[in-house]
Structures are given as C-alpha cells and as structure tokens.
C-alpha cells in the first residue's frame, strides 16, 4: 500500500507561480500511474492531469493544457504538478492519486490519495 503526501501550496496572485509535489512512500513508485485532481468549495473534484508510470505520457485537463506541467522522478518517488499563469478559478485543494495501471483522468480509478494542499489565487 502506498501513502501520499502533497506539500507547495499556498495563496499566490493571480499570474503567478506554484510547484506542487507529492511524495510517496511504502511501495515500489514506478508501478503506479499518477494523477493530479482538485476540489474547489462547492463543486465536485475535477481531473488536472495525470502521468504514466515512466513519465512517457502525460494527459491535461483543458483548462490547465498549457498552463500546468506534470512530472515525476521515480528515483525521489515523487510526482509534481507545475502550475503557471495562476487563475483565481484555480483555487482549491489540490490531490494527487495513484493507481497500479494505466494512466487515468477519472478519479474514481485511483485507489491512493494523498490529504490535499491548498491552492489559493488572488485577483
């Protein structure tokens, strides 16, 4: 079993710049494909963006193509989420996820969670 732990989060104007990462621990990382997913007040979690397993592959949401990069280095068993050009609609708590198979932007496929990190974005 794997455990996750988000960690960069903050509150950041708007235009700005955020590094989120998550790290993993309590299983072998390059066996899982990793998400990112956010939960903004009022609204039901939504799909970031997410990385195979070798890094190869990486899939966006369309709201954040262009703006966000996802990462990982399976030496440090560690994911990062990247997030450029920040919105005041990209406030939320931002988790990551894993799962042991291919790469998916639907969460109810993951089966790791980490507890969240807050992203806040002013105007």
């Known amino acids: 079993q794997v455990q996750l732990v988000e960690s960069g989060g903050g509150l950041v104007q708007a235009g700005g710049s955020l590094r989120l990462s998550c790290a993993a621990s309590g299983g072998t990382f390059s066996n899982y494909a990793m998400g990112w997913f956010r939960q903004a007040p009022g609204k039901e979690r939504e799909f970031v963006a997410t990385?195979?397993?070798?890094?190869?592959?990486?899939y966006y949401a369309d709201n954040v193509k262009g703006r966000f990069t996802v990462s990982r280095d399976n030496a440090k068993n560690t994911v990062y989420l990247q997030l450029n050009s920040l919105r005041p609609e990209d406030t939320a708590v931002y988790y990551c996820?894993?799962?042991?198979?291919?790469?998916?932007?639907?969460?109810?496929?993951?089966?790791?969670w980490g507890q969240g990190t807050q992203v806040s974005v002013s105007s």
């Open positions: 990385i195979s397993r070798t890094g190869g592959t990486t």
């Open positions: 996820a894993a799962r042991t198979a291919l790469s998916s932007k639907t969460a109810e496929d993951y089966r790791y």
